[in-house]
């Protein structure tokens, strides 16, 4: 396994869930699409993923980003998403936090930006306040009202959308969207999952649903809704996870109760807060997501060769 010396990251959270972003060090993937790039990542430089991510120099719930040049005209930067496990298509707080670490460099200044990702071109406008609005990838509600039998909870009935993941989406009566009940969340996710993936319920094309998302009633005043996400890797998204409140709105759109104009107001089980809109588009919806990231560190990695866990360890 070949390491570079150093590597350098920024570290930044928004509405609570971390986002690590590459930016020196990492040696650039091959290939002339992202999806090319990060299947080059995955071949060749999967043991960077868990040595960025992983303990000693990180935790499981770390989103990573690494940047590359960009592959469609106008674009400012590729970007590539992976965790504690793998590679994720696009990732909503993910995209805020590298938009606001690219300010934090010195390479962008409040205005539009594009930026490419596997799934497709994504857009962000970074306000003078800081705020960054985000325009994702085109998401739609796959199937609606979904039965599966999960055991040691009972049946559950969601509904399947993608909005740059896969999602499932569903409301189980008696288990309250609290931190005080994670571990309950937990169990209850992780189980749908199990049960989901046992029944070969899947999204469009066979693929697998890797996020499990629950929604439950907010404080109206404070959000329209809370949810929790359970994200491949066994960890829970701290943030409403943007692609989370973007498959979810391509449900409420589909079930007529969203409309263009409309804003939705996403709580998470943190109390992180993303507000929420949509356009309409012939093959679902354009989500566009407005949150805050904040940066915490900047960070130059080290890999001794003589260190035994330089790549990392993860009980996941
Ligand atoms: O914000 O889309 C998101 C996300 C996906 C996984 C963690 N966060």
Redesign the pocket.
Known sequence: MKFPDSIVIVDSH?EG?PTRVVVEGWPAPAGSDMAARRDDMRSSWDHLRTAVIHEPRGHDAI?GALLTEPVTPGALAGVI?F?NVGY?G???????GVVRTLQHLGRLAPGDVTLDTTVGVVAAELHDDGRVTIR?VVSHCHARDVAVDVPGVGRVIGDIAW???WFFIAHVAGVPIELTNLDELMRVTRAIQEAIDAAGITGADGERID?IELTGSALPAVADARNF?L??GA?Y?R????????AKMAVLHARGQLKPGSTWRQESVTGGLFEGWIEEHPDGVTPY?RARAHVTAETVLRFDPADPFRAGFSSK
């Open positions: 928004t869930e989103v998403f965790n994720l696009m990732c909503g707080h993910g995209l805020i994702n909005g740059g993941n996020h996400v994200c491949p960890e998204d943030s409403p996870c943007g692609t989370g409140t973007s997501i």
